[in-house]
């Protein structure tokens, strides 16, 4: 057993059994563990366990991320692109819209004949230039970055990035032929070596590729019975945005007489046709945090700065917050999805962040952004039945030897907390003892 002097628990004996207890579990025999709870309306630490140990976040850095958005960019902010017409060409100047999707296409074209544009007789032009070329971080993982969770942000964002492959599976260990794919990535050869697996196997499946790719590796089984359907990066999202918007346009028989093209346009004496603006930012965030969406948070993370570059993003996140008093000491940060195994945060310093955000102007906006264990996004199934059902405010986060969950709770006196669990390399899935621990702490007078 795990002496209280050892875990430095600072406050309530009461809790000292239960933190002894959880990390005492042989799930954490060989983990890196952190953990904070502190009352929202001040006062010492209710318990504190390496507080001020730098862990890799996961998703939990989707928090820091959106919190920021919220107060640097306001929750009503929106994201805007644009149509114009420049000479014979149709220019389609994106803003970074994460959102943005073929559905757009048919009020483009309305646009377009409202302004009495009868034929695109030049190019259809994408230009991206709103955030900067580099897609990805350096540091995102190779097995990442040409599936669907790994396309990273450009300013001009199509179809979350991704594109669907449909295979048709044979019997177990024999090769699944690709049916097709929604929307085919323009230029790029696909190099086929998905096989069968058991039935209700799932996605097993694995893409290489990523940004400006020409060949599309695809590995791994998808499972045996009918057509099953996974999900890649775009290598060039914006290129397929021009692309899809030529080919809906010919379909319309609304001719287009030039190919499409990428690249930074000038705009002086074009001629605006179409601003479309996206869902608040309000919206955005609650689905970032709901279900995760990586694109979404690397996009409100680039728009941060007029720059639309991750290191200028990166610098704004720490001004920020340091500015509100957060010693940032340690903290590291890569991208604002937290993808990057490289991004790492002290609990100490993530509740530090959670807690400004809560007590901010706009900490009620902010906490609805995160679902509720037992009810809601993914931890819908978390703690549910348990006390922390219905009583947790949660954004859990994991990549492969990473679980991490953040957020708040409100015990059963009413009283509301803050708090930071954070394990790298467990033996196994920690999602047990948290949920023991955190229903414990709920139950709390």
């Not at 004949?113 to 695109?120: E, F, M, Q, T």
């Not at 100490?348 to 962040?353: A, C, D, E, M, P």
């Not at 809601?376 to 991490?404: D, N, Q, Y």
């Amino acid at each position: 057993m795990i002496k209280a002097s050892v875990i430095s628990v600072l406050l309530v004996s009461s809790v000292v059994g239960q933190l002894e207890e959880f990390l005492s579990s042989p799930v954490l025999k060989t983990a890196s563990v952190g953990v904070v709870v502190r009352p929202l309306g001040g006062g010492e630490e209710v318990a504190s366990h390496q507080a001020d140990l730098a862990l890799i976040p996961a998703s939990t850095l989707k928090a820091v991320t959106t919190a920021t958005a919220l107060q640097v960019l306001g929750p009503d902010y929106v994201f805007e692109t644009r149509l114009f017409l420049k000479g014979d060409d149709l220019v389609i100047v994106g803003g970074g819209d994460p959102m943005l999707s073929a559905e757009s296409f048919p009020a483009w074209w309305e646009s377009l004949k409202k302004s009495d544009v009868k034929k695109i007789k030049g190019k259809v032009m994408a230009d991206p230039s709103r955030f900067e070329s580099q897609r990805v971080p350096n540091s995102w993982p190779w097995g990442d970055v040409g599936n669907y969770y790994g396309a990273g942000a450009s300013g001009l964002n199509f179809n979350r990035n991704s594109f669907a492959m449909t295979f048709q599976p044979g019997k177990v260990g024999e090769p699944a032929k690709l049916l097709e794919t929604i929307p085919t990535p323009p230029g790029v050869a696909f190099e086929n070596q998905m096989r069968t697996g058991p039935r209700g196997s799932g996605d097993q499946g694995n893409l290489y590729g990523g940004p400006g790719a020409k060949v599309v590796s695809m590995r791994g089984t998808v499972p045996a019975g009918g057509p099953y359907t996974i999900y890649g990066a775009l290598p060039d999202a914006s290129l397929s945005c021009a692309l899809g918007f030529r080919d809906f346009l010919r379909k319309k028989n609304f001719p287009v007489l030039g190919e499409v093209e990428l690249g930074t346009v000038d705009l002086t004496g074009a001629r605006l046709v179409h601003s479309q603006k996206s869902v608040s930012l309000e919206k955005i965030i609650r689905t970032t945090n709901f279900r995760s969406v990586n694109l979404y948070a690397d996009s409100l993370f680039k728009a941060l700065t007029k720059e639309g570059s991750s290191a200028a993003a990166i610098a704004r996140v720490k001004k920020h917050w340091e500015k509100q008093g957060v010693d940032l000491t340690g903290f590291v940060m890569h991208d604002g999805s937290g993808l990057s195994p490289r991004n790492v945060i002290t609990p100490r310093q993530l509740v530090t962040i959670l807690k400004k955000a809560r007590v901010h102007k706009s900490g009620d906006q902010f906490l609805n952004s995160l679902p509720v264990a037992g009810r809601s996004g993914l931890v819908g199934g978390f703690g549910k039945g348990t006390a922390m059902e219905g009583r947790v405010w949660v954004k859990p986060g994991g990549l492969t030897g990473v679980r991490t969950y953040s957020g708040y709770f409100v015990n059963k006196s009413g009283k509301e907390f803050v708090f930071a669990v954070m394990i790298n390399n467990p033996l196994e899935s920690p999602a047990g003892i948290v949920e023991k621990l955190l229903s414990a702490l709920v139950l709390k007078e």
